[in-house]
């Protein structure tokens, strides 16, 4: 069953961006946290982007200064904004939402092993 439907991927070449939508129906409400994930062809899936329920953000290293992740509670959309986009950005990309484990450190939570997920959406940057 699938609870979340990813949009907006595609091909473009490096340097272009593309925005990434993330339906997520009540998702943006209640989950403690979402993210955003990628994968590779023959590579690990790898958290890309997370927003927990007080706004806070966490990047990989590879994406940041580039990449924002936002949601729209209204729309229960989640969002994210990839710019100056690299060929090493080429995967499948996923919204997760739903964490079955939270840690909470310093004031914000850690999200891990997210419970629902969508199907993806292809993005392919070309050199």
């Known amino acids: 069953q699938v609870q979340l439907v990813e949009s907006g991927g595609g091909s473009v070449q490096s340097g272009g961006s593309l925005r990434l939508s993330c339906a997520a129906p009540?998702?943006?409400?209640?989950?403690?946290?979402m993210g955003w994930f990628r994968q590779a062809p023959g590579k690990e899936r790898e958290e890309v982007a997370s927003l927990d329920r007080d706004g806070n953000t966490k990047y990989a290293d590879s994406v940041k200064g580039r990449f924002t992740i936002s949601q729209d509670n209204a729309k229960n959309t989640l969002y994210l904004q990839m710019n100056s986009l690299k060929p090493e950005d080429t995967a499948m990309y996923y919204c997760?939402?739903?964490?079955?484990?939270?840690?909470?450190?310093?004031?914000?939570?850690?999200?891990?092993?997210?419970?629902?997920w969508g199907q993806g959406t292809q993005v392919t940057v070309s050199s």
């Open positions: 997760a939402a739903a964490p079955i484990r939270v840690r909470v450190y310093g004031g914000r939570y850690y999200c891990e092993n997210y419970g629902a």
């Open positions: 009540g998702y943006t409400y209640s989950s403690t946290c």
